[in-house]
């Protein structure tokens, strides 16, 4: 499809040579058929007016529409009276398009993970901060910044750190950076930087996220198991890694939470090592039935990278996040982020920092745990009532769930056999280091998936998964 430049007259760069022996109006012809052959104009797209391109050029007015005329004549070009001249619809041979993007398909429930509901996103409250933002924001605001982020927003997210995750928070060492995939590549880079050769993550999680960050970084990628407590930090020690990237308040995917002893054996362990922690604070928005937990960082905050982002709680399109530093990697993080692309969109930085400030984002959160929570128990009502042999774990928070199935399913052909009853499910071996389909599992995710199409979903593939009575 072309382009419909609006304005008067669209800008066109063509050249002519005074200096050449070929005369002006076959340059300017010869570029024109070249521009339309190419693809570079294409049909349907307007020129500049026979005016305008004769004063940008030095040419006359009369010499350009003779050579439209030309071209008019030849099919390369379309006129019609009171209107523009614009590339005739068959001038050219289409090119190639693009290799399109997978249309998500239209499914009637995707139990897809990690997307928070997109219809819910606040947007009159967004709309409302960002004009806030653009109305008080001072003129030098609009230059490059502090590579690590606008001063105001580092303020009231440190603030808003210290109330709700009581992590030890400080505006001078808190990075924003776009999104938690941001804040992790410059933390693997920042490490790789200052020696560190192996990173662990934990297995199951990404996949992909944790060991494609590290890999990326030239280090290498070690999985250590994860049990009902969180990560093995006995495993862990045995892998001489010098950091480990792990979620806390809510393992991915299993959804356990990092037992206590563990929190201070992790802690333990880095100190001993001279290790990070990198902690992706990973769904600590939305709890339901258990004790709130502290962001790792607040415990030792010179051993532990936080990583926050609001592509869960807001919406991934955002692309905001932040790293809360230890001093040794502060330097190193500012700098890789200043690097990577000189800063975060001011705009979008203040107007979030108006979002949190004005007690909206926290509304925002009260809403959505309302919602998630009436969601979670649709799931658990579904699979009650369609799927008995099913065992739930890891709702404790967030917004994505752990189906148990029956032994001796096999996940990829439950997988396959939804998706042709029109209901994607997504399975836990694509989450594990090794792939390994055993013990069948599902990561299903309920953040984007109405009531109605959770109750349709399961009860569509209900035999699927465990129709039968309930398991142990
Ligand atoms: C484990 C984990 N943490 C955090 C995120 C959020 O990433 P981002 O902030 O880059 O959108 C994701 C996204 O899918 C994720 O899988």
Sequence with gaps: ?????????????????????????????RQLREAIRTGRLRSGERLPSSRELARALGLSRGLVQDCYAQLQAEGYLVTRVGSATRVAPCAQVPPEPAAPLVPRPRLL???????????????????????????????????YGDPRGSLPLREVVAGYLRRVRSAAADPGRTVVCSGYAQGLALTMQALAASGTRVVAYED????????????????????????????????????GAGAVIVTPAHQWPTGVLLAPARRHALIAWAVRHDAYV?????????????????????LAADRVVSI???????????????LLCPPA???????????????????????????????????????MRTLYCTRRTALRTALAEHAPAVRLTGLAAGFHAVAHLPAGTDEREVITAARARSVGLYGMSACRASHAVEPPQLVLGFGDVTERAIGEGISAVGDLLGGGAAGP
């Design 204 to 239: 199951p999680g990404g996949p992909g996220t944790a060991s494609a960050a590290a890999e990326a970084a030239g280090l290498t990628a070690v999985p250590v198991p994860v049990d009902e407590h969180g990560i093995d930090v006995a495993a862990l020690a045995a892998t």
């Design 1 to 29: 499809m072309s382009v419909q430049w609006a304005g008067l007259s669209p800008e066109l760069l063509l050249t002519v040579d005074r200096e050449g022996g070929e005369q002006l109006h076959a340059q300017l012809e």
């Design 329 to 367: 990697l502060l330097a190193p993080l500012s700098e890789l982020k200043r690097i990577a692309d000189r800063g975060t969109p001011t705009l979008d930085q203040l107007a979030l920092a108006r979002l949190i400030e004005s007690g909206r984002y926290d509304r925002h959160l009260r809403r």
């Design 109 to 143: 429930a995707d139990f897809r993970h990690g997307v928070p509901d997109l219809a819910s996103f606040p947007l009159t409250d967004w709309l409302w901060a960002t004009r806030e933002a653009a109305r008080t924001m001072p003129t030098a605001d609009l230059d």
């Design 308 to 322: 926050g982002t609001v592509s869960k709680s807001l919406a991934p399109a955002l692309r905001i996040g932040w």
């Design 278 to 298: 990198i902690e992706d604070d990973y769904d600590a928005e939305f709890r339901y039935d258990r004790e709130p937990v502290g962001s790792l960082q607040g």
